[in-house]
């Protein structure tokens, strides 16, 4: 297996922008993902393929890769984006799935 | 609308077996890859395992903490995936997720998961 590593708090003003970097190996050959998920609920998609966002996802919401990491930024947060954000991606042979521990937004 | 619909969670002593469902609708499921995702109480996301469409092999895949013990299967006549746990210890103690893995336009199941059900929990008491 591989490991992801995230940061486990981000703190944001509303308004401004709040950047959660995923790093790990895997991704030097991998595309990243990227889950919302809200206090006692599924998580949902938010980007996919590094910078891909689903129909429905605002488009605050953005993702970049670069070298053995991702980054998903929320551009101008809202306090309806506190959550639980967590990456994942996949190992080379495609049979192994991990997540990164989550980061916790706070928008105060 | 997609909809997964997980059901069967319960508490369950310590090395018992439950089993779980994945009611799937809205979408073409037997083409469908599917996954289960747990989540233990207060912590992270963790895979489980994985069952590739029967057009693609049908085979499955199992995360490190869970193979030999756990095994998924489908019955795409029932549009239903299942998840057997034997062997059960505390820490299998999480919410259990059903998810597909999104085909793309040229019919390739992709890496990431979407969307998914609710989930059902699943207590194995110390």
């Known amino acids: 297996s591989f490991e992801l590593t995230q940061p486990p708090s981000v703190s944001v003003s509303p308004g401004q922008a709040a950047r959660i970097t995923c790093s790990g190996d895997?991704?030097?050959?991998?595309?990243g993902y990227w889950y919302q998920q809200k206090p006692g609920q599924a998580p949902i998609l938010v980007i996919y393929?590094?910078?891909e966002r689903p129909s429905g996802i605002p488009e605050r919401f953005s993702g970049s890769h670069s070298g053995t990491a991702v980054t998903l930024t929320i551009s101008g947060a809202q306090a309806e984006d506190e959550a639980d954000y967590y990456c994942?991606?996949?190992?080379?042979?495609?049979?192994?799935?991990?997540f990164g521990p989550g980061t916790k937004v706070t928008v105060l | 609308e997609v909809q997964l619909v997980e059901s069967g969670g319960g508490l369950v002593k310590p090395g018992g077996s439950l089993r779980l469902s994945c009611a799937a609708s809205?979408?073409?499921?037997?083409?469908?890859?599917m996954s289960w995702v747990r989540q233990a109480p207060g912590k992270g996301l963790e895979w489980v395992g994985r069952?590739?469409?029967?057009?693609?092999?049908?085979?499955?895949d199992y995360g490190a903490p869970v193979k030999g013990r756990f095994s998924i299967s489908r019955d795409d006549s029932k549009n239903t995936l299942y998840l057997q746990m034997n062997s059960l210890k505390t820490e299998d103690t999480a919410v259990y997720y059903c998810?597909?893995?999104?085909?793309?336009?040229?019919?390739?199941?992709?890496?990431?998961?979407?969307?998914w059900g609710q989930g059902t929990l699943v207590t194995v008491p110390s």
């Open positions: 998810t597909t893995h999104p085909i793309s336009i040229f019919g390739v199941a992709s890496n990431w998961f979407d969307p």
């Open positions: 809205g979408f073409t499921f037997t083409q469908a890859w």
């Open positions: 069952i590739k469409s029967k057009t693609d092999g049908g085979t499955t």
């Open positions: 895997a991704l030097a050959k991998q595309y």
């Open positions: 393929k590094d910078s």
């Open positions: 994942q991606s996949a190992d080379t042979s495609d049979t192994d799935f991990v």
